[in-house]
């Protein structure tokens, strides 16, 4: 027939125009491109001009070690601590030396210098009734401490009379205690259990003083500024540390063991000579 071909393409439109939506339906959809994955922004200054990258990095710091003292004395006395102020005595190191090679008559220059101080100056020595009282109480633990060592019981009386006026239950802001103010790291190196009981606290900073006297030539300018500050101190300043706190302790303790050694039966004329209390005789 002359019209079957007609038919035949028109049949073929027919099925292509019922086709093409679906597919241009399927092609649209299969064209849909993928979500984006959520993410969130984080902003950052940009770093100004000239400046470095840094990482800042915390760190607790390590304390010193418990006991620990830096040059500390038996009285807690630290070079750090110690103000290199104008001390109040500093007239009385106009004479006396302070360097570790000058002790020769060191000791006998000192007591001349209290004796003799410049007009309207003076050290305040602690007053003879305190000391009498110390060595009623604790003469014989005094006595018996210094046998054999090389320190005066005179000295001993005068440094406690200073360090603590006698109350076996002092304590410095420091940490010292007792009678002779004994730091913790003293007390432990010279067999301290207890600083609180006074025959122990008086042995302990007998032994120390007795140690001094051994290490800087029974010097007692050297042995009592190494006593308050610290021997580590001395041997660092070549001599007596330029503390006020130190150079006022030496002639104060001198001060007191001119009154001390007067309540002995024989005055010591040395401070490391022995005596024994006008207070024991009975």
Same mark, same amino acid.
């Given at each position: 027939?002359?019209?079957?071909? @007609?038919?035949?393409? =028109?049949?073929?439109?027919? &099925?292509?125009?019922?086709?093409?939506?679906?597919?241009?339906?399927?092609?649209?959809?299969?064209?849909?491109?993928?979500?984006?994955?959520?993410?969130?922004?984080?902003?950052? %200054?940009?770093?100004?001009?000239?400046?470095?990258?840094?990482?800042?990095?915390?760190?607790? $710091?390590?304390?010193?070690?418990?006991?620990?003292?830096?040059?500390?004395?038996?009285?807690?006395? =630290?070079?750090?601590?110690?103000?290199?102020?104008?001390? !109040?005595?500093?007239?009385?190191?106009?004479?006396?030396?302070?360097?570790?090679?000058?002790?020769?008559?060191?000791?006998?220059?000192?007591?001349?210098?209290?004796?003799? $101080? $410049?007009?309207?100056? /003076?050290?305040?020595?602690?007053?003879?009734?305190? @000391?009498? !009282?110390?060595?009623?109480?604790?003469?014989?633990?005094?006595?018996?401490?210094?046998?054999?060592? %090389?320190?005066?019981?005179?000295?001993?009386?005068?440094?406690?009379?200073?360090?603590?006026?006698?109350?076996? *239950?002092?304590?410095?802001?420091?940490?010292?205690? /007792?009678?002779?103010?004994?730091?913790?790291?003293?007390?432990?190196?010279?067999?301290?259990? *207890?600083?609180?009981?006074?025959?122990?606290?008086?042995?302990?900073?007998?032994?120390?003083?007795?140690?001094?006297?051994?290490?800087?030539?029974? *010097?007692?300018?050297? &042995?009592?500024?190494?006593?308050?500050?610290?021997?580590?101190?001395?041997?660092?300043?070549?001599? &007596? $540390?330029?503390?006020?706190?130190?150079? *006022?302790?030496?002639? %104060?303790?001198?001060?007191?063991?001119?009154?001390?050694?007067?309540?002995?039966?024989?005055?010591?004329?040395?401070?490391?000579?022995?005596?024994?209390?006008?207070?024991?005789?009975?």
């Amino acid at each position: 027939m002359i019209f079957s071909p @007609l038919l035949k393409l =028109s049949a073929l439109l027919s &099925v292509l125009l019922l086709i093409a939506p679906c597919t241009a339906q399927a092609q649209t959809e299969g064209a849909k491109p993928k979500p984006f994955p959520e993410f969130s922004a984080k902003r950052q %200054k940009p770093p100004k001009k000239g400046s470095r990258k840094r990482i800042t990095i915390q760190i607790t $710091p390590k304390g010193p070690k418990a006991g620990a003292i830096v040059g500390g004395g038996a009285s807690g006395g =630290s070079g750090s601590s110690k103000a290199r102020t104008s001390a !109040t005595y500093a007239w009385f190191w106009d004479t006396v030396p302070t360097e570790l090679g000058k002790s020769g008559g060191r000791f006998q220059t000192a007591l001349n210098r209290l004796s003799n $101080p $410049p007009s309207g100056s /003076g050290v305040r020595a602690s007053r003879l009734q305190t @000391l009498y !009282t110390i060595s009623q109480a604790h003469g014989v633990e005094i006595l018996k401490a210094t046998i054999g060592k %090389k320190v005066s019981p005179a000295l001993v009386l005068a440094v406690i009379a200073v360090e603590s006026a006698g109350k076996s *239950d002092a304590v410095s802001s420091a940490g010292a205690q /007792g009678l002779m103010q004994l730091m913790p790291a003293t007390a432990t190196r010279f067999g301290v259990k *207890d600083v609180n009981v006074p025959a122990q606290n008086i042995s302990g900073g007998v032994a120390y003083l007795d140690w001094l006297m051994k290490e800087f030539s029974n *010097d007692p300018v050297l &042995v009592l500024a190494a006593y308050n500050a610290g021997e580590g101190a001395v041997r660092k300043n070549n001599g &007596v $540390p330029p503390y006020s706190e130190t150079r *006022d302790y030496v002639p %104060k303790v001198l001060a007191a063991f001119q009154v001390a050694r007067g309540l002995c039966v024989t005055p010591p004329q040395l401070a490391t000579d022995g005596c024994v209390f006008k207070t024991l005789g009975g």
